[in-house]
């Protein structure tokens, strides 16, 4: 099932998301499936459990290229659960993002290039992970769902967002050259 995705303006996607307390549950490995689902089907490489209306600390991780990020590293889909940071490393980096609740537009966002993490994967293991470039700008993306922010609200200037069709045409004038892309 492709659940719809909440939109800009929608007042969920600005809630606090809350630590899974049972993760074995079917009901959080359903969500789980829902999300590794409906990320597939959009295109997307990322997405947040609050996207879907479920306020949970949830993401789904799944760089791979697709019309949306052609230039974006194959990984394999992976659940990340109550994420915590345990680093930030480097300095930031800008780099255009989009997102499935923001439709139509692009922005150039500053980010870290790596980050140390530390969450359960889907099967209640803790894992950690240090993450670099690409992915970690998804993940540092997601993150921010997690806490109610957008990619819109981390622009340095109101000029450094763009339609999405303007981001295509920079991009093709920029092909050639390995362009920055990015999520989710
Ligand atoms: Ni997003």
């Known amino acids: 099932m492709n659940l719809p995705i909440l939109q800009l303006g929608d007042d969920r996607l600005r809630q606090l998301s809350q630590p899974v307390a049972d993760l074995p ?32 600390q949830i993401m789904i991780l799944a760089s791979r290229p697709s019309p949306r990020y052609p230039t974006a590293p194959l990984m394999q889909a992976m659940a990340v659960i109550n994420p915590q940071v345990v680093a930030y490393r480097g300095d930031q980096v800008l780099g255009w993002e989009g997102c499935l609740s923001v439709p139509g537009l692009r922005g150039l966002v500053p980010r870290y290039p790596e980050v140390e993490i ?43 967002l763009i339609s999405e069709e303007t981001y295509q045409k920079l991009m093709e004038a920029q092909s050639g050259s390995q362009s920055d892309e990015h999520p989710a």
């Open 25 to 56: 549950d079917p009901e959080v490995q359903a969500l789980i499936d829902q999300l590794l689902e409906t990320v597939a089907l959009s295109n997307g490489v990322g997405i947040a459990a609050p996207q879907i209306a479920a306020p949970c």
């Open 118 to 160: 530390q969450f359960r994967d889907r099967f209640n293991q803790a894992q950690t992970l240090v993450l670099q470039d690409f992915v970690a700008r998804i993940f540092q993306h997601e993150y921010d769902h997690l806490q109610g922010i957008l990619f819109c609200d981390r622009v340095e200037s109101p000029e450094d």
